[in-house]
């Protein structure tokens, strides 16, 4: 609406250049006419030195200097020209306007009020009123008056583009709390007047994005396409919409293409598109170069300097990323760009506390903004008390049954502190036992915590107090978590466990004592690794090693489909096959196939899915064919719970404790309660 102030009483002054025509004013009102403020404002101070008393010399001095910049001495201009001329419409008609270029858009609506209640038939008043309204984002009464408005001078220029931005601004708001439908219906009206008007299009086609309508919202690029100077802005929508639709070559193509169609004014815009567009194809030293090469030529430009703490998240360098948005937030403390992105990077390390901070800060500078609600949403969900459960029933082909129940809760003191309460009970019963078709029941109530050191390191513990018929263990886990660069992840762990798959491994009372070492490597090659250490002492005296190591291969990363070769290994130091499986030697090959949608965020049938098939070798015996496959299905009623059944199958000895074929089927919860205490 800036671009409105100056021009809402100027047809009035209009009216001095006829009545004036021919005289000495005349040059100061075609200056005030064509916008040369300051020229105006030094032509009649100079005027008025000759006529100090002159009421339209000094109503043009006063304008000129407001409308240079200059509104207090302004306002001071009119002030002594209503206490000279009590009443005077013209007078208060300026004095209201020079409100608006003082950006105190209260007082002028209270002034444009009093205007219009004079004579309801001023054009410059209901104007005034009508815009007084816009600023202050009451575009309801303000559509309302700027339709008098037209009444009283229909087709007036300066009236129509005052409408046409009340109509933006209604439909903005309505943007904001994510009524799109409602925004794209005042889109629609200004398209209606001018098909091509390039701020409707852009704002309705990010509407339909926003509404996932993504082909509509090509449509609307297209037309944007053809409006002269708006290519670029097109080509941009389209690129994005294309990896929207999870296309990313395709975005790159786009804004190549329209990489044609810069100038110096769309340069930037198109080369940080370009930027984003190698960063989603993975393309990250690319896009590095490329924001280099803007930094050398554009050394102050805050959007470049945004564009490298994005990357840096996008491409996991997060510590780097918040190191960029903290020096964009120093340069411009109020940047959304800067306080939600600062927020992010800290976010995916992990430290919580700062991303609410920042969160909270970005609405405290953009109230109730949508992107930001929803960020402050994931932590919540992220961080409110949580009660998951786990019911599920196994067989195996060597006659052994179970039944298991498990409920945990989670709550969080702090982000960074995490406590929980896991309650489990197995009933475990075989048909061939020594104590054959007789429940086993063994129950274990753990607590434990976590905390969140910094953005690499993590480290927890858990205690179990377990209880069978026949005895009482207290087992223990320590654990730690550490990031190693931006792609390669460790965990070392050593946990104690009871022996509880079958009955009479229960009976057995038989304590594992586990030191395990994880490794995890995510490349932006799409190449990933995994790989699993764990020495096992047993109390009966036995040792195990196993050794676990995957290959794998992204083949689309949303939703999630992998294939990739596995390869496990493990040995005893003795053979007790007639107590548990046991071998001196076991290795197993596989290939494999992933998928899954769980994180995706508009998920509601979601699900995970793993098929494996390949050989095993145990001790000197001959290879076997081995297959394994686990289903899980359900729906994410929304991002606070959600159900899933499951079913799997192995026919693996490594599934096995006893090396049997293996089944199990079950159901899981997970329920994030809405206290959001942090």
Not at 266 to 291: H, M, P, R, Y
Not at 448 to 473: A, C
Request: with cysteine; glycine share 8%.
């Amino acid at each position: 609406m800036n671009r409105l102030r100056g021009f809402f009483t100027l047809l009035f002054f209009m009216g001095y250049i006829v009545t004036y025509s021919q005289s000495p004013m005349t040059p100061g009102f075609k200056m005030l006419e064509g916008g040369q403020f300051e020229k105006a404002r030094d032509f009649f101070s100079e005027y008025l030195k000759t006529d100090s008393l002159n009421q339209t010399a000094l109503l043009c001095y006063g304008r000129g200097t407001g409308l240079a910049g200059n509104t207090t001495e302004a306002k001071e201009v009119f002030d002594k020209l209503q206490k000279r001329y009590p009443g005077n419409y013209e007078i208060d008609l300026n004095m209201a306007e020079a409100h608006m270029w003082s950006k105190d858009f209260k007082t002028a609506l209270e002034l444009y009020a009093d205007l219009v209640k004079r004579d309801s038939t001023s054009f410059a008043a209901t104007l005034g009123y009508a815009n007084a309204y816009s600023e202050n984002k009451e575009y309801d009464n303000a559509l309302e008056y700027i339709a008098k408005a037209l009444e009283i001078m229909p087709g007036n220029g300066n009236a129509l583009v005052s409408r046409k931005y009340m109509r933006l601004g209604k439909a903005s708001k309505y943007s904001y709390v994510g009524e799109f439908d409602k925004a794209i219906s005042y889109f629609d009206l200004i398209l209606a007047e001018n098909a091509k008007d390039p701020d409707a299009l852009i704002n309705k086609a990010q509407a339909l994005i926003s509404l996932k309508k993504y082909d509509e919202a090509n449509d609307v690029f297209e037309v944007l396409k053809s409006v002269s100077g708006k290519e670029v802005d097109a080509y941009l929508g389209m690129s994005r919409i294309a990896n929207l639709q999870k296309e990313p070559k395709d975005a790159l193509t786009i804004i190549e293409e329209g990489m044609a169609f810069t100038d110096s004014s769309t340069i930037v815009k198109a080369s940080l598109g370009k930027v984003n567009a190698l960063a989603w194809n993975k393309k990250f030293d690319e896009s590095f170069q490329l924001l280099k090469e803007l930094k050398t030529e554009y050394p102050d430009n805050l959007d470049v300097l945004a564009g490298f703490g994005r990357i840096n998240i996008w491409s996991k360098g997060f510590a780097k990323g918040a190191g960029y948005f903290e020096e964009l937030l120093k340069e411009k403390p109020g940047s959304f760009d800067g306080n939600l992105g600062y927020a992010d990077a800290h976010h995916a390390q992990g430290l919580d506390d700062v991303a609410f901070k920042y969160v909270r800060k970005t609405l405290e500078y953009y109230d109730e903004q949508r992107d930001a609600l929803k960020f402050l949403e994931k932590l919540y969900v992220a961080h409110d008390p949580t009660i998951s459960s786990h019911i599920y029933f196994s067989k195996d082909n060597g006659g052994n049954t179970s039944e298991n129940y498990q409920v945990s809760a989670t709550y969080d003191p702090t982000p960074r502190f995490r406590t929980s309460l896991t309650y489990y009970q197995r009933s475990a019963k075989s048909s061939v036992s020594e104590i054959a078709n007789q429940k086993v029941s063994v129950a274990t109530i753990s607590p434990g915590l976590s905390y969140k050191v910094n953005g690499r390191l993590k480290i927890g513990g858990e205690i179990g107090f377990l209880n069978t018929s026949e005895y009482q263990r207290v087992l223990g886990l320590l654990q730690a978590d550490l990031n190693v660069g931006k792609y390669q992840q460790f965990q070392l762990k050593y946990n104690q466990e009871m022996q509880t798959f079958t009955s009479e491994l229960i009976e057995r009372n038989l304590k594992l004592d586990n030191i395990t070492l994880n490794y995890n490597l995510s490349l932006p090659s799409k190449i990933g690794a995994y790989s699993q250490m764990i020495h096992t002492q047993v109390s009966d005296g036995n040792v195990r090693n196993l050794w676990f190591a995957s290959v794998y291969y992204d083949i689309k990363q949303s939703p999630v489909l992998k294939a990739g070769f596995n390869y496990s290994y493990f040995s005893f130091k003795e053979q007790l096959p007639s107590i548990y499986f046991s071998p001196d030697v076991f290795r197993g090959y596989e290939l494999f196939a992933a998928a899954e949608n769980v994180n995706e965020e508009d998920a509601k049938w979601i699900y995970q899915a793993i098929f494996a098939g390949g050989l095993q070798q145990i001790s000197s015996e001959k290879s076997q064919g081995i297959y394994r496959f686990d289903v899980k299905t359900g729906w994410k009623f929304s991002p606070r719970f959600m159900l899933m059944g499951y079913y799997m199958k192995s026919n693996s000895a490594a599934s096995s404790v006893q090396g049997f074929t293996y089944n199990e089927w079950g159901l899981k919860t997970k329920w994030v309660l809405p206290f959001r205490k942090l």
